[in-house]
């Protein structure tokens, strides 16, 4: 069976998704060979109808990823976000079987406590990933709140950013090898330093190969996000050949088991 790969409607250019909606790139995602899209509240421009957007995706023959720039503490020593009871609505009104969100000042693990009553089985599920913020994009908060979630037995996993790293000087393999079990969903970007700071960039050969180098700490077939401009005259035609890349970032992994 093959991985699922999902492309954020970001990787689109945000100007232009906001200009035309999420609505427009769902044929092309599709066409691509891609299972899923990622919807992104930030490039919302007005309330969305979020019922049509979700009998869109699936008319598209789509899966969906609801991604929320949220904070689950947004504050030191502050509640649980306000807004994450609203952000779940919003994810199961689209039919998102995911809802990613960032960790924020997480501190204790009594914090957790409110978090429960509002994870069922039924989802979404709760991904926290890595951003490119001191609170929530380093290895060691996010080490102890899902291992504290674990504790819990709360039904959260981690979304794993390979290029949000670099904002933080952390080291993706490190990351890997410390919190790879529970990852759930992996976000690919390369980045590179430019005038003004750092930039997402598609992949080169180089970078495939790093990401190639984490897949043995991950879960086996782990669903897969291109968060990467994709541009170019035949957009079609590359967005395919970035789907097919990111279909085999595994292979190697695969092949070792198979001769294990």
Same mark, same amino acid.
């Given at each position: 069976?093959?991985?699922?790969?999902?492309?954020?409607?970001?990787?689109?250019?945000?100007? #232009?998704?906001?200009?035309?909606?999420?609505?427009?790139?769902?044929?092309?995602?599709?066409?691509? #060979?891609? =299972?899923?899209?990622?919807?992104?509240?930030?490039?919302?421009? &007005?309330?969305?109808?979020?019922?049509?957007?979700?009998?869109?995706?699936?008319?598209?023959? /789509? $899966?969906?990823? !609801? =991604?929320?720039?949220?904070?689950?503490?947004?504050?030191?020593?502050?509640?649980? =976000?306000?807004?994450?009871?609203?952000?779940?609505?919003?994810?199961?009104?689209? $039919?998102?079987?995911?809802? &990613?969100? =960032?960790? $924020?000042? !997480?501190?204790?693990?009594?914090?957790?406590?409110?978090?429960?009553?509002?994870?069922?089985?039924?989802?979404? *599920?709760?991904?926290?990933?890595?951003?490119?913020?001191?609170?929530? #994009?380093?290895? @060691?908060?996010?080490?102890?709140?899902?291992?504290?979630?674990?504790?819990?037995?709360?039904?959260?996993? /981690?979304?794993?950013?390979?290029?949000?790293?670099?904002?933080?000087? @952390?080291?993706?393999?490190?990351?890997?090898?410390?919190?790879?079990?529970?990852?759930?969903?992996?976000?690919? &970007?390369?980045? +590179?330093?430019?005038?003004?700071?750092?930039?997402?960039?598609?992949? @080169?050969?180089?970078?495939?190969?790093?990401? *190639?180098?984490?897949?043995?700490?991950?879960?086996?077939?782990?669903?897969?996000?291109?968060?990467?401009?994709?541009?170019?005259?035949?957009? /079609?035609?590359?967005?395919? +050949? *970035?789907?097919?890349?990111?279909?085999?970032?595994?292979?190697?992994?695969? @092949?070792?088991? +198979?001769?294990?």
């Amino acid at each position: 069976m093959p991985p699922e790969i999902a492309i954020t409607t970001s990787a689109f250019g945000a100007d #232009g998704v906001r200009a035309q909606g999420q609505a427009a790139w769902l044929d092309l995602i599709a066409a691509a #060979g891609a =299972s899923h899209v990622e919807i992104r509240a930030e490039l919302f421009t &007005k309330a969305p109808d979020f019922a049509a957007l979700g009998a869109a995706i699936r008319a598209a023959g /789509l $899966g969906c990823i !609801y =991604s929320v720039p949220l904070e689950l503490w947004p504050e030191t020593d502050a509640a649980l =976000s306000p807004r994450l009871p609203a952000a779940l609505a919003e994810a199961r009104l689209l $039919g998102a079987d995911t809802l &990613k969100v =960032s960790l $924020g000042h !997480y501190r204790a693990a009594a914090e957790l406590a409110a978090l429960a009553p509002l994870l069922t089985d039924a989802g979404p *599920q709760l991904l926290v990933e890595n951003d490119q913020t001191a609170q929530g #994009g380093r290895i @060691e908060p996010l080490r102890a709140f899902i291992q504290a979630a674990r504790a819990a037995q709360l039904l959260v996993g /981690l979304t794993f950013d390979v290029g949000n790293w670099r904002w933080q000087d @952390e080291d993706p393999l490190q990351a890997a090898r410390l919190l790879g079990p529970d990852v759930r969903y992996l976000h690919c &970007k390369a980045v +590179r330093r430019r005038a003004g700071g750092l930039h997402a960039v598609p992949p @080169e050969a180089a970078d495939l190969l790093a990401w *190639q180098g984490l897949m043995t700490h991950f879960p086996s077939g782990l669903r897969r996000a291109i968060e990467f401009p994709l541009m170019g005259a035949d957009l /079609l035609a590359e967005t395919r +050949r *970035q789907v097919a890349a990111l279909r085999t970032l595994d292979a190697q992994v695969q @092949e070792a088991r +198979r001769h294990g």
